[in-house]
């Protein structure tokens, strides 16, 4: 038996380095959600805190994004959040992954994630979902074509075996993904992200976008249409 909202709880992978950028994130995904923050126990990968018993007593996990971390990379402690992955898998254990983390569960199951500077997608895009996506029980609430906040420089270049893709756009394939017969999701975008949100992390990593955008008029763009969405700019 599903659980009343108010008894859900959450556990919350998070790779970042700033406390400031932490709370937002966390902020994001209760906004986004409609769960209280109480409802969310974030676990900082970074310092080496996650382990398969965090799983015990949550109804659910998500994996957020990663400020100054690639999924192409392997840290100390990329190998246990990999193992937290597959153990979610193991156990049918509802997962979601955003950007950095729809990254780390393809590479996780055994996908392929590459680090492209020529598909980076920074500030507001159009996915459109697949057929598949449209027969999702999830996705298939979503319009058919629709607006979203990127900001990624890797992407999902092959999907793990036994995935299914989701969402796509004229840029790159799979926006979005899920693991066949599991409650287990990806979205290369932001879903966390309203336009607010996106144009704080626009501003708080703007030296970590100019690899994308070494043009500061090109970075105002996108900036400036993250303020359009807002009624600022």
């Known amino acids: 038996m599903m659980k009343d909202r108010e008894g859900i709880r959450i556990l919350l992978v998070q790779a970042r380095d700033e406390p400031h950028m932490l ?3 966390q902020m994001c995904f209760a906004e986004r959600t409609e769960l209280a923050l109480d409802q969310l ?13 965090d799983l015990h007593g949550v109804d659910g996990v998500m994996i957020g994004g990663a400020g100054r971390y690639s999924a192409t990379h392997t840290y100390p402690w990329t190998q246990s959040l990999l193992d937290v992955i ?25 996908g392929k994630v590459i680090h492209d500077l020529e598909r980076a997608e920074l500030g507001c895009f159009g996915v459109s979902l697949t057929e598949a996506g449209r ?18 420089h890797d992407r999902v270049a092959e999907l793990p075996p036994g995935a299914v893709e ?15 017969e599991l409650p287990v999701y990806g979205t290369q975008f932001h879903s966390e992200l309203d336009a607010v949100r996106e144009r704080e992390r626009l501003l708080e990593y703007r030296d970590e976008y100019r690899s994308a955008l ?8 996108v900036l400036a249409a993250a303020g359009q969405q807002l009624g600022i700019g």
């Open 86 to 110: 597959v153990q979610c898998c193991d156990e049918a254990l509802p997962l979601f992954g955003s950007c950095w983390g729809h990254q780390m569960i393809a590479r996780a199951l055994g």
């Open 23 to 25: 709370r937002q994130e």
């Open 214 to 221: 070494p043009d500061e008029s090109d970075f105002d763009r």
């Open 166 to 180: 989701l969402a796509h756009n004229e840029s790159q394939p799979f926006q979005a993904f899920r693991i066949d």
């Open 41 to 53: 126990t974030p676990c900082n990968v970074i310092e080496g805190t996650l382990s398969p018993a």
């Open 135 to 152: 027969h999702d029980p999830l996705f298939c609430e979503l319009p058919h074509s629709f607006l979203t906040n990127m900001g990624h």
